[in-house]
């Protein structure tokens, strides 16, 4: 059944799924401080057309972190924040002056891998955690999430090197995935994307997004700084092997 807000390619019962999706996810990544996005991902991918899905996820996610960011707004590190946003800036520039078919089981790989690192081996060096080290890490994530738009885990787990308590992680990492999607809207119309369409789907997104979100930061309260971190380990790793089980089985296709 068509309905006038929505896109053609989405009916009214996948809308009302994906709606309940995004209050769920929205209070996963609130609770936990990632994981939230990726599922939200693999489910709109299953119903939204292939041409649709990074671009309408990168909006909505735009709208959740922004949401995220604003109800934790005094946790921010905003001396991450402005090392990681001239790095958004240069890998999003690159990415659409590039706009590559990107072999995205490589990618899956060698994200996967890094996060693994990231959460299970010795802590990077703390030179490689200040400024240059968080440019970097902005330009690389923020080129790739232009295709193949699962580079969250990776921003999470460098923001976790940080030892910081877990409002900080929580509302760093949001606001450096603010910067990170909001250059998608203009490089994806560039391209050819019609938002207009989307437009009404993506803002009840975003609202049952930030009703998530509202209730897994009162969840968060209960949570220790130690038990956060551990939570946030498994849940990486949880994304990590998805993605390297991803890789694997297009390489076997």
Not at 162 to 178: E, G, P, Q, W, Y
Request: glycine share 8%; net charge positive.
């Amino acid at each position: 059944m068509e309905v006038a807000f929505l896109p053609a390619d989405l009916s009214l019962t996948i809308a009302l799924v994906l709606l309940a999706s995004s209050v769920l996810t929205s209070l996963i990544t609130a609770t936990l401080g990632a994981g939230g996005g990726v599922l939200l991902l693999v489910l709109m991918a299953g119903w939204l057309p292939p041409a649709a899905i990074i671009p309408v996820h990168g909006m909505i996610q735009l709208g959740s972190n922004a949401g995220r960011a604003t109800l934790t707004f005094r946790h921010i590190n905003w001396p991450v924040i402005a090392a990681f946003a001239p790095g958004v800036l240069v890998g999003t520039l690159l990415g659409a002056w590039l706009l590559v078919d990107l072999p995205e089981p490589v990618w899956q790989l060698a994200i996967a891998l890094f996060v693994l690192y990231l959460c299970w081996g010795p802590p990077l060096p703390k030179a490689s955690l200040g400024a240059a080290g968080t440019f970097m890490t902005s330009v690389l994530t923020s080129f790739v999430s232009l295709f193949v738009g699962a580079t969250g885990p990776l921003v999470a787990a460098f923001i976790k090197q940080i030892r910081a308590d877990r409002f900080s992680t929580v509302a760093t990492f949001a606001a450096a995935m603010c910067l990170q999607h909001a250059p998608k809207a203009l490089v994806f119309t560039l391209a050819g994307f019609v938002f207009p369409d989307w437009l009404p789907f993506i803002l009840a997104m975003i609202a049952s997004g930030f009703a998530g979100t509202w209730i897994g930061l009162h969840l968060l309260k209960s949570f220790s700084n130690q038990w956060f971190h551990r939570l946030f380990n498994l849940v990486l790793t949880a994304l990590a092997l998805r993605l390297i089980w991803l890789a694997g089985a297009d390489w076997l296709a």
